[in-house]
């Protein structure tokens, strides 16, 4: 009896991994992909660090033209 109660457990455990595997997986609500391409990742971060870059430009940009404005005013 118990080499059959065993066998019944890891067939169970192995249908259960299967389940577990073929789910949709979401994170914060936004369904998560089985497989990552890690290659896609990195080309993207390396775009975001571009758009920071350029968006820290403009930002001293503006505060040093605020700047000048505020020295004629003053």
């Not at 990742?41 to 001293?60: N, S």
């Not at 940009?61 to 020295?71: C, F, I, T, Y």
Request: hydrophobic letters at 45%.
């Amino acid at each position: 009896m118990s080499a059959a109660a065993g066998a019944i457990g890891v067939a169970g455990g192995v249908l259960l991994g299967r389940t577990a595997l073929q789910r949709n997986r979401k994170l914060l609500g936004v369904k998560m992909p089985v497989k990552i391409d890690l290659a896609d990742v990195t080309k993207q971060i390396g775009v975001a660090g571009k758009q920071f870059g350029k968006l820290a430009g403009e930002v001293r940009a503006v505060r040093e033209k605020a700047e000048q404005v505020g020295k004629a005013i003053g």
